[in-house]
């Protein structure tokens, strides 16, 4: 996504030349809070700043004197506050316009002032001291204007070539690793207003605060994490969903930005992992999938700890607590990632993993099928990681029921006469074919055997062509079983009955 803030306003109207400027100090004087009255006025200061030569201009007025004026002009086109516990913005509302004919106007005057400090920094009499002194009053400010009033156009990038920068996130975190950069001061302004009582005040704030996080990366970000962390847990724990949703996507940028050990530091990554923990109860789809990625990225950071910490071997873990919570809300999309992430230890879970596994197989779920696609993948991945346990002669009888399992899913499938279109059933019988195949293949040969003499409906279409996927074998299937291959101990165990 580009940066966007700055239109370029129409032409300031001029018949005759203008006279000549008073000195800068007096046309410039110590600001006062605009107003909307007065019209005219923010034409005449963009004139001025036209007319007005970069050596009188920057020469004879403070750095803080036109870091006043930027703060007070960016005021003067802020959105209006709004109640701390608004709802929604209004959709159409003649205040919101206001502000965008004054940020039109506003942005234009700024373009004016960026374009002379981009000039006066060739200048011998100028140059990068007096440009540095007053870009470090006016970056910050200009560039929270920009992010507020983002439009379809693309920005002139008139504050990026001002301060001598290729690119945003360079403008934000500085050219090189030991550079500071502008975002320390951006913070600082936005910091005032991302408080628990006025970061909703200005309907702006979050989304700056939002759009500007990204472009700070490693290994800059872990500088400014106590800065960062406070505003995004306190955006994540708002009661609506679009705000939970943008601060949880923060979090994931700071998991993703800043080494584990910073994350660990005063316990920082226990208060992430509650506040995610506490949005798995939602039912919001959206939402569920931005904390269940995070928390993909998150648990590892959190386990490496625990595993320095801990005495006793493989204890139970974060991952274990989510998985659970997803198996008690049958949450049949998002479970194959941590089952994946669990491996091995996802055998403390088979018997409610069981039981969630067939209750998907056994129910239709409308035309797409997701939910029973998300299953076979989970069935996949548990096969694949507990497959001693999946088929050993202690547990025959959860062999023999996700068998039943797949064998009626396949029947229903071939049979199914409604509106489920024939891409999404040849997925669903390839799904169920390949988990055939790795049971059967790490049970070594006791699926093929335990058919027995065929029942009339295996014979039908669907096991026909499971049979041909077993000559086949697909590509994928060997892989997992070079992988995870079938142990010869487990023959002996499996030849002293067949599962009926």
């Not at 203008?18 to 410039?28: G, K």
Request: glycine share 6%.
């Amino acid at each position: 996504m580009e940066l966007a803030g700055f239109v370029q306003p129409p032409q300031v109207p001029g018949e005759r030349p203008p006279p000549a400027p008073p000195p800068a100090e007096r046309a410039l004087p110590q600001p006062r809070p605009l107003t909307p009255e007065g019209p005219g006025a923010l034409s005449e200061l963009g004139a001025l700043l036209e007319a007005s030569g970069s050596r009188r201009l920057f020469g004879d007025v403070s750095p803080g004197t036109l870091g006043e004026l930027v703060a007070s002009l960016s005021r003067f086109a802020a959105p209006p506050e709004q109640q701390q516990e608004a709802a929604e913005l209004p959709a159409k509302d003649s205040a919101y316009e206001a502000v965008a004919e004054r940020a039109v106007e506003v942005g234009a005057v700024l373009l004016r002032l960026l374009a002379k400090l981009e000039a006066a920094r060739t200048e011998e009499t100028l140059g990068e001291p007096v440009v540095g002194a007053i870009l470090r009053r006016v970056a910050a400010p200009i560039y929270i204007f920009a992010v507020t009033h983002v439009v379809d156009q693309p920005w002139t990038n008139s504050l990026v070539r001002a301060a001598d920068c290729g690119s945003v996130a360079e403008f934000l975190r500085g050219k090189k690793e030991d550079e500071e950069g502008r975002f320390a001061a951006v913070m600082g302004l936005l910091k005032q207003e991302l408080t628990k009582d006025t970061w909703k005040r200005n309907p702006a704030t979050k989304h700056v605060f939002s759009w500007t996080l990204p472009h700070v990366t490693r290994p800059w970000l872990s500088h400014y994490l106590e800065s960062v962390l406070p505003p995004s847990l306190l955006i994540s724990d708002d009661y609506r969903e679009e705000n939970k949703i943008l601060g949880v996507r923060c979090l994931h940028h700071l998991v993703l930005n800043v080494p584990g050990a910073d994350l660990c530091q005063y316990n920082r990554a226990q208060v992430v992992y509650h506040a995610l923990y506490n949005h798995l109860y939602s039912r919001e789809a959206p939402l569920l999938q931005a904390v269940l990625l995070c928390l993909l990225d998150l648990l590892p950071v959190l386990e490496r700890a625990q595993h320095r910490q801990q005495q006793q071997p493989r204890a139970p873990s974060h991952s274990d607590e989510v998985l659970q919570l997803l198996l008690t809300h049958m949450e049949a999309e998002s479970l194959p990632a941590f089952v994946q992430r669990l491996g091995i230890l996802v055998v403390r879970h088979l018997k409610r993993l069981q039981r969630v596994i067939v209750g998907y197989l056994e129910v239709c779920d409308g035309p797409e099928e997701e939910a029973r696609l998300g299953i076979l993948q989970t069935l996949r991945c548990t096969i694949e990681h507990a497959w001693p346990r999946c088929c050993s002669g202690g547990e025959r009888s959860l062999r023999k029921l996700i068998l039943n399992a797949l064998l009626r899913m396949m029947w229903d499938v071939h049979t199914d006469q409604g509106p489920t279109p024939e891409p999404v059933k040849a997925a669903l019988l390839q799904g169920a074919t390949e988990c055939l195949i790795l049971l059967d293949r790490c049970s070594a040969g006791q699926v093929k055997v335990s058919w027995g003499p065929p029942a009339p409906f295996l014979l039908s279409a669907p096991l026909k062509e499971a049979a041909a996927h077993y000559v086949q074998e697909p590509a994928s299937v060997k892989q997992d079983f070079q992988r995870f291959p079938p142990n010869p101990g487990l023959e002996s165990d499996l030849t002293d009955g067949l599962v009926t």
